[in-house]
């Protein structure tokens, strides 16, 4: 006896109809569907683990891109470290020197210092700017005695200031010999505030050794082109040796003097540019820097074969 449903129809021919009605419903869709259905059915396990294996990959990847992203992302600049220090950082008044090449000099320059701390200890320091920097025969100029150059290109009697105890006074120098100021005036500061600033400088200097000579070097003589008329440096000048002489461990050094043509403006044939000495300038300094140098006692000999930083 065949079984019936509640409605008296034989289960046999409605699961009959049921599966002609599926199979007419099938011929309606599209034959890439089908197909792209039938191959779901028998490979969906393979495909769900293989989906699984990609998101891993996948995720991996994201991870590792993201590390190397973090990783080649440049560390931010610390200033007064990796860059030069920002105009709030620095002591005294006037003007700073700004850019990307000052915080690049500044930052290789003291880089270089610091690794030559312990070799330039008791030397005699040269501090002051490019003037400073760029004397690159120093060691052979002064082949007598250890000396050590603390110049960086660009920089003011603020930065001075701002570097002094850890680039200069932490070395215990046996003297030092300062040449600071023409960057001040080539960017517009009152020559009052220039000696505010010196006089820090100075200040610090007695009160890390009242005994250690400090040699202060005049402006040199520049030209109003470079945004440095005479009158302006002759006026820091005079200023300065009044500052100078409250400090009896200093001497003055006259370079001011032996540079300057009948206006007060350097001479082309030693300032080609008529802002950095060349060899004949530096000659010139170093004749007006030797006699002082010889007056004062006890300075450092030069180790053989040592050049300064």
């Avoid at 120093?138 to 005695?145: D, E, I």
């Avoid at 820091?236 to 400090?247: G, I, T």
Wanted: contains cysteine.
């Amino acid at each position: 006896m065949r079984a019936r449903d509640r409605g008296g129809i034989p289960l046999a021919d409605e699961f009959r109809g049921a599966r002609q009605r599926r199979i007419r419903l099938g011929r309606s869709i599209p034959a890439d569907v089908r197909e792209g259905d039938a191959m779901n059915s028998t490979v969906t396990g393979k495909q769900t683990g293989d989906r699984s294996w990609r998101l891993l990959i996948v995720a991996g990847w994201m991870v590792v891109a993201g590390a190397a992203s973090l990783a080649q992302a440049p560390a931010e600049l610390r200033p007064g470290v990796d860059r030069a220090p920002t105009a709030e950082m620095l002591p005294g008044r006037g003007p700073v020197q700004r850019g990307d090449w000052f915080d690049k000099v500044w930052s290789q320059r003291r880089a270089e210092f610091r690794a030559r701390r312990e070799a330039d200890r008791g030397a005699i320091v040269f501090l002051g700017d490019s003037i400073t920097q760029g004397w690159n025969d120093l060691a052979r100029r002064f082949a007598q005695w250890k000396c050590a150059n603390r110049g960086i290109s660009g920089d003011t009697t603020r930065g001075v200031l701002y570097r002094l105890q850890e680039d200069v006074l932490d070395l215990d120098p046996a003297a030092i010999v300062l040449l600071i100021g023409t960057n001040d005036i080539g960017l517009g500061a009152d020559p009052e505030d220039v000696v505010a600033n010196l006089r820090a400088i100075l200040e610090a200097c007695r009160k890390a050794n009242p005994k250690m000579p400090v040699i202060v070097c005049k402006v040199m003589p520049s030209h109003a082109s470079r945004q440095r008329p005479a009158d302006k440096i002759q006026r820091l000048n005079a200023r300065v040796d009044e500052l100078v002489r409250e400090f009896p461990q200093c001497r003055r050094c006259d370079t001011w003097t032996p540079f300057a043509d009948a206006e007060g403006n350097a001479r082309p044939e030693e300032f080609p540019d008529l802002l950095h000495p060349n060899a004949a300038g530096y000659a010139k300094w170093a004749a007006a820097l030797e006699p002082i140098l010889r007056e004062l006692p006890g300075l450092p000999a030069a180790a053989p074969g040592q050049k300064p930083s």
